[in-house]
Protein backbone atom coordinates (compact mmCIF):
# COMPACT_ATOMS: atom_id res chain seq x y z
CA UNK A 1 0.00 0.00 0.00
CA UNK A 2 1.17 3.53 -0.56
CA UNK A 3 2.27 5.63 2.00
CA UNK A 4 1.03 9.11 2.52
CA UNK A 5 3.43 10.96 0.45
CA UNK A 6 2.56 8.71 -2.43
CA UNK A 7 -1.33 8.80 -1.59
CA UNK A 8 -1.03 12.90 -1.72
CA UNK A 9 1.36 13.14 -4.78
CA UNK A 10 -1.06 11.11 -6.66
CA UNK A 11 -4.24 13.44 -5.00
CA UNK A 12 -2.02 16.50 -6.65
CA UNK A 13 -1.30 14.75 -10.29
CA UNK A 14 -5.00 14.29 -10.47
CA UNK A 15 -5.72 18.15 -8.82
CA UNK A 16 -3.75 18.79 -11.86
CA UNK A 17 -0.32 19.42 -10.73
CA UNK A 18 1.55 17.00 -13.09
CA UNK A 19 4.98 17.85 -12.60
CA UNK A 20 4.79 15.66 -9.12
CA UNK A 21 4.77 12.52 -11.95
CA UNK A 22 8.27 13.12 -11.61
CA UNK A 23 8.86 12.26 -7.89
CA UNK A 24 5.98 9.56 -7.93
CA UNK A 25 8.74 8.20 -10.83
CA UNK A 26 11.97 8.70 -8.90
CA UNK A 27 10.07 6.46 -6.35
CA UNK A 28 9.23 3.85 -8.13
CA UNK A 29 11.82 3.23 -10.91
CA UNK A 30 14.50 1.19 -9.50
CA UNK A 31 11.86 -1.26 -8.72
CA UNK A 32 10.22 -1.04 -11.79
CA UNK A 33 13.54 -1.48 -13.27
CA UNK A 34 14.63 -4.44 -11.23
CA UNK A 35 11.51 -6.30 -12.51
CA UNK A 36 12.27 -5.60 -15.79
CA UNK A 37 15.66 -6.41 -15.73
CA UNK A 38 14.86 -9.86 -14.26
CA UNK A 39 11.92 -10.45 -16.68
CA UNK A 40 13.89 -9.50 -19.52
CA UNK A 41 17.26 -10.51 -19.24
CA UNK A 42 18.71 -7.40 -20.87
CA UNK A 43 19.44 -3.98 -18.97
CA UNK A 44 18.78 -1.99 -22.47
CA UNK A 45 15.07 -3.63 -22.98
CA UNK A 46 14.10 -3.25 -19.77
CA UNK A 47 14.80 0.38 -19.73
CA UNK A 48 12.59 0.92 -22.59
CA UNK A 49 10.03 -0.86 -21.63
CA UNK A 50 10.49 1.23 -17.92
CA UNK A 51 9.80 4.05 -20.00
CA UNK A 52 6.72 2.88 -21.76
CA UNK A 53 5.62 1.96 -18.62
CA UNK A 54 5.90 4.99 -17.14
CA UNK A 55 4.53 6.81 -19.65
CA UNK A 56 1.37 4.91 -19.93
CA UNK A 57 1.28 5.68 -16.54
CA UNK A 58 1.03 8.96 -16.91
CA UNK A 59 -1.40 8.86 -19.41
CA UNK A 60 -3.48 6.84 -17.02
CA UNK A 61 -3.01 7.59 -13.74
CA UNK A 62 -6.36 9.74 -13.82
CA UNK A 63 -8.50 6.31 -14.52
CA UNK A 64 -6.91 4.88 -11.38
CA UNK A 65 -10.02 4.50 -8.97
CA UNK A 66 -8.33 3.59 -6.06
CA UNK A 67 -5.59 5.43 -5.36
CA UNK A 68 -4.68 3.16 -2.33
CA UNK A 69 -4.35 0.57 -5.34
CA UNK A 70 -0.98 2.51 -7.11
CA UNK A 71 1.60 -0.34 -6.67
CA UNK A 72 -0.78 -3.34 -7.74
CA UNK A 73 -1.49 -1.05 -10.44
CA UNK A 74 1.92 0.05 -11.66
CA UNK A 75 3.09 -3.40 -11.30
CA UNK A 76 0.32 -4.58 -13.75
CA UNK A 77 1.15 -1.97 -16.57
CA UNK A 78 4.99 -3.02 -16.03
CA UNK A 79 4.17 -6.60 -16.56
CA UNK A 80 1.61 -6.22 -19.60
CA UNK A 81 4.14 -4.02 -21.35
CA UNK A 82 6.61 -6.58 -20.57
CA UNK A 83 4.75 -8.77 -22.21
CA UNK A 84 4.06 -6.79 -25.09
CA UNK A 85 7.69 -6.59 -25.67
CA UNK A 86 8.60 -10.29 -25.41
CA UNK A 87 5.82 -11.22 -27.53
CA UNK A 88 7.30 -8.98 -30.47
CA UNK A 89 10.82 -10.20 -29.66
CA UNK A 90 9.55 -14.05 -29.73
CA UNK A 91 7.89 -12.66 -33.34
CA UNK A 92 10.74 -11.73 -35.01
CA UNK A 93 12.93 -14.94 -32.75
CA UNK A 94 9.97 -17.31 -34.49
CA UNK A 95 10.72 -15.40 -37.79
CA UNK A 96 14.10 -16.61 -37.76
CA UNK A 97 13.25 -20.56 -36.86
CA UNK A 98 14.43 -20.69 -33.71
CA UNK A 99 13.51 -22.07 -30.78
CA UNK A 100 14.15 -21.53 -26.53
CA UNK A 101 16.63 -23.99 -24.72
CA UNK A 102 13.22 -26.37 -23.64
CA UNK A 103 12.33 -26.75 -27.64
CA UNK A 104 8.91 -24.45 -27.36
CA UNK A 105 8.80 -21.45 -28.85
CA UNK A 106 8.34 -19.67 -25.51
CA UNK A 107 4.57 -20.00 -25.17
CA UNK A 108 3.59 -22.83 -23.37
CA UNK A 109 0.66 -24.00 -21.12
CA UNK A 110 1.08 -24.44 -17.68
CA UNK A 111 0.43 -28.26 -16.35
CA UNK A 112 -1.20 -28.62 -12.41
CA UNK A 113 1.84 -28.55 -10.66
CA UNK A 114 2.10 -29.97 -6.50
CA UNK A 115 4.00 -28.14 -4.32
CA UNK A 116 7.81 -29.07 -4.85
CA UNK A 117 9.57 -30.05 -2.17
CA UNK A 118 12.61 -27.53 -2.24
CA UNK A 119 15.35 -29.83 -0.19
CA UNK A 120 17.96 -27.42 -1.20
CA UNK A 121 16.39 -24.55 0.27
CA UNK A 122 18.82 -22.01 1.47
CA UNK A 123 18.56 -18.07 2.66
CA UNK A 124 16.69 -16.10 0.36
CA UNK A 125 20.00 -14.73 -1.00
CA UNK A 126 21.61 -17.95 -2.49
CA UNK A 127 18.16 -19.02 -3.39
CA UNK A 128 18.02 -15.50 -5.55
CA UNK A 129 21.84 -16.29 -7.12
CA UNK A 130 20.61 -19.25 -7.77
CA UNK A 131 17.73 -18.45 -10.26
CA UNK A 132 19.52 -15.68 -11.59
CA UNK A 133 21.70 -18.09 -13.24
CA UNK A 134 19.19 -19.80 -14.80
CA UNK A 135 15.75 -17.32 -15.04
CA UNK A 136 15.85 -17.09 -19.20
CA UNK A 137 15.89 -20.82 -19.25
CA UNK A 138 12.07 -20.43 -17.84
CA UNK A 139 9.03 -20.05 -19.30
CA UNK A 140 7.85 -16.00 -19.26
CA UNK A 141 4.94 -16.69 -16.90
CA UNK A 142 6.71 -18.86 -14.61
CA UNK A 143 9.87 -16.26 -14.63
CA UNK A 144 7.23 -13.44 -13.60
CA UNK A 145 6.11 -15.07 -10.99
CA UNK A 146 9.53 -15.85 -9.56
CA UNK A 147 10.94 -12.43 -10.07
CA UNK A 148 7.74 -10.86 -8.74
CA UNK A 149 8.31 -13.19 -5.67
CA UNK A 150 11.71 -13.34 -4.71
CA UNK A 151 12.90 -9.71 -5.92
CA UNK A 152 9.87 -7.56 -5.64
CA UNK A 153 8.89 -9.27 -2.16
CA UNK A 154 5.30 -9.75 -3.14
CA UNK A 155 2.96 -11.83 -1.57
CA UNK A 156 1.17 -14.05 -3.78
CA UNK A 157 -2.36 -12.43 -3.14
CA UNK A 158 -0.75 -8.98 -4.80
CA UNK A 159 1.16 -11.48 -7.28
CA UNK A 160 -2.29 -12.30 -8.24
CA UNK A 161 -4.02 -9.29 -8.07
CA UNK A 162 -0.86 -7.54 -10.45
CA UNK A 163 -1.23 -10.76 -13.08
CA UNK A 164 -5.42 -10.88 -12.89
CA UNK A 165 -5.00 -14.91 -12.39
CA UNK A 166 -5.93 -17.33 -9.12
CA UNK A 167 -3.79 -17.41 -6.57
CA UNK A 168 -3.61 -20.99 -6.91
CA UNK A 169 -2.44 -20.38 -10.38
CA UNK A 170 -0.03 -17.90 -8.73
CA UNK A 171 1.84 -20.56 -6.74
CA UNK A 172 1.80 -23.27 -9.39
CA UNK A 173 3.65 -20.98 -11.54
CA UNK A 174 6.21 -20.31 -8.82
CA UNK A 175 6.63 -23.93 -7.50
CA UNK A 176 6.69 -25.37 -11.58
CA UNK A 177 9.60 -22.20 -12.03
CA UNK A 178 11.96 -23.23 -9.51
CA UNK A 179 11.21 -27.07 -10.28
CA UNK A 180 12.37 -26.67 -13.83
CA UNK A 181 15.16 -24.31 -12.22
CA UNK A 182 16.08 -26.95 -10.08
CA UNK A 183 16.56 -29.38 -13.35
CA UNK A 184 18.68 -26.72 -15.27
CA UNK A 185 21.04 -26.52 -12.12
CA UNK A 186 21.37 -30.22 -11.91
CA UNK A 187 22.03 -30.48 -15.06
CA UNK A 188 25.02 -27.80 -15.36
CA UNK A 189 26.42 -28.65 -11.59
CA UNK A 190 25.74 -25.02 -10.78
CA UNK A 191 24.08 -25.91 -7.53
CA UNK A 192 27.17 -26.75 -5.82
CA UNK A 193 29.05 -24.14 -7.50
CA UNK A 194 27.14 -21.19 -6.47
CA UNK A 195 26.57 -22.89 -3.14
CA UNK A 196 30.17 -22.64 -2.52
CA UNK A 197 30.82 -19.14 -3.81
CA UNK A 198 27.70 -18.00 -0.97
CA UNK A 199 29.44 -19.85 2.58
Avoid at 11 to 31: H, I, P, Q
Avoid at 75 to 87: F, G, K, S
Amino acid sequence: MPDNTELELIARFKRGDLSVFNALTRMWYEKILGLLYRVLGDIDEAEDVCQKTFITAYFRLHQLKEDDKFPTWLYRIANNCAIDHMRNRKASFRGNGKQYPDGSDGISELAEAEPVDLEWRIDGTALRRLCEKTLGSIPDEQRVVIVMKLYQDLKFTEIAEVLNIPVNTVKTRMYTGLRAIKEVLNKNRLIEEILRNAM
